[in-house]
């Protein structure tokens, strides 16, 4: 199983990014999936869920009305839409997939990409 994660980079604050999620060996329509993040120094956090069909989703306070996340398991892809960046946004995202309904916390993940890097400059 390999997921991995794509589009961070450098943006402006009030930019956007959308961040993608690819999985191999793994049917992403049996698992949640969701999106962490780990700003420098810091511990990992929860960002964002979405359930296996994509009709329920959960956010963290810190992100709601400026990420969204949705999913296209035809395509097996996950994504993460980040309008309004601010600089406390900047951290390593990180993708996971999880068989249970709706998971907020970590232990509730079975895997996880290697993370992709988010930079906000002020």
């Known amino acids: 199983v390999h997921v991995v994660e794509s589009g961070g980079g450098l943006v402006q604050a009030g930019g956007s990014l959308r961040l993608s999620c690819a999985a191999s060996?793994?049917?992403?329509?049996?698992?949640?999936m969701g999106w962490f993040r780990q700003p420098p120094g810091k511990e990992r956090e929860f960002v964002a869920v979405?359930?296996?069909?994509?009709?329920?989703?959960e956010y963290a306070d810190s992100v709601k009305g400026r990420f969204t996340i949705s999913r296209d398991n035809a395509r097996n892809i996950l994504y993460l839409q980040m309008n309004s960046l601010l600089p406390q946004d900047a951290a390593v995202y990180y993708c996971?997939?999880?068989?249970?309904?709706?998971?907020?916390?970590?232990?509730?993940?079975?895997?996880w990409g290697r993370g992709t890097q988010v930079t906000v400059a002020s």
């Open positions: 979405v359930n296996w069909s994509g009709s329920d989703k």
């Open positions: 060996g793994l049917i992403l329509d049996n698992y949640a």
């Open positions: 996971a997939a999880s068989t249970r309904g709706l998971p907020v916390a970590q232990h509730d993940y079975e895997y």
